[in-house]
């Protein structure tokens, strides 16, 4: 883990989920972390992960148009033929409960597995201070426990190629 994201991860008797903090921004301006040297900046293609997934270049756009444009609240993401692309996007003014809704698939009669950004967005009031609005983004592994076994590990070996691009 990086200086400037945490990791979380949470254990229900329905879902492990893999909940990483990629970024905390304000409106206004990105708060930034001191590198010695400054990190690889990826322009094209992003490395695969060991599972042979590799992630589009649509997922580091619409990624961008989240985080420095705002453009929309979430992003869900899903493996098919060997690539992770978005599947869906939450436009600005959708509910946490509809990011929920759009994560939660379902593959014939299973579960099925899926990668969430989502853009937090909250006031910050501190006491004495003036309240300002901040955000937070939010990398999401949901891997239901009743979810094909190959998926769940496919989808678990990959997120550290988003982790990493994001």
């Given at each position: 883990s990086s200086p400037h994201t945490?990791?979380?991860?949470?254990?229900?008797?329905?879902?492990?989920?893999?909940?990483?903090?990629?970024?905390?921004?304000?409106?206004?301006h990105k708060v930034t972390t001191q590198h010695s040297t400054p990190p690889p900046v990826n322009t094209t293609t992003t490395t695969m992960a060991m599972s042979g997934v590799k992630l589009t270049e649509n997922c580091m756009t619409v990624y961008n148009d989240i985080q420095k444009g705002?453009?929309?609240?979430?992003?869900?993401?899903?493996?098919?033929?060997?690539?992770?692309?978005?599947?869906?996007?939450?436009?600005?003014?959708?509910?946490?409960?509809?990011?929920?809704?759009d994560l939660q698939q379902k593959d014939g009669a299973k579960d099925d597995c899926r990668y969430g950004v989502y853009d937090y967005e909250y006031k910050f009031a501190p006491e004495g201070g003036d309240a300002q609005f901040k955000s937070k983004i939010f990398l999401l592994c949901w891997c239901p426990d009743s979810s094909a076994i190959k998926k769940k590990m496919l989808y678990s070996s990959s997120f550290d190629t988003l982790k990493r691009a994001f």
């Open positions: 945490t990791q979380h991860t949470a254990h229900t008797p329905y879902c492990n989920i893999n909940t990483t903090l990629i970024a905390a921004t304000h409106h206004s705002k453009k929309h609240t979430y992003a869900i993401f899903v493996i098919k033929n060997g690539e992770i692309d978005v599947e869906k996007l939450g436009e600005k003014g959708n509910t946490y409960e509809q990011f929920l809704e």
